[in-house]
């Protein structure tokens, strides 16, 4: 199993903070947000993580190296101009082409049982997966509306306060086969 781990992004809202540290290094409880993925996909069995990188990509660089540390092996995607996150995943094609895949939000701070959600994902034999959760202010969140068997019907992204459609908002951890 191989998983992208989004750090590209230059936290514009998070402005000074971010003028000389990349969003995903932001420390919660002395660590890098971004240490808490690469350790709980270790603990599930990834060992091949892809990060694409733009915004002080030396400093993220400089803390996850190869991955050694934490078990795993860990590539640089970088990008002299940002390609969202359907670009990052494009330009890793040929490297992701083999078997399923994660796609994460490296700047998300939170627990998750990657092995569950990849059990769940390969029994439902889909061609992907999107983790959502229970919010009650979703208006700055992308929003699911779900269906029978748990589909997910549409997506709107931040659809402000007059027009909450659900309150399953996007994890920003998805699973491609």
Known sequence: M?????????????????NHLPKVMIPIKGRPIMEYHVEQLAASGVREIYINLHHLPEKIKRHFQ???????RIRYSYEPRILGTAGAVKKLEKKLKDGPFLVIYGDNYLKFNYTKFIDFS???KG???VAVFRKEDVSESGVATLGKGQRILS???KPGSDAVL???VNAGIYYFQ
């Not at 750090?7 to 000074?16: F, Q, S, V, Y």
């Not at 190869?66 to 795993?72: A, L, M, R």
């Open 122 to 124: 390969e029994h439902r």
């Open 2 to 18: 191989k998983a992208v781990l989004l750090a590209a992004g230059k936290g514009t809202r998070l402005r000074p903070l971010t």
């Open 127 to 129: 061609i992907g997966s």
């Open 66 to 72: 190869g991955g050694h540390k934490w078990g795993v």
């Open 155 to 157: 997506f709107v992204e």
């Open 166 to 168: 659900s309150h399953w």
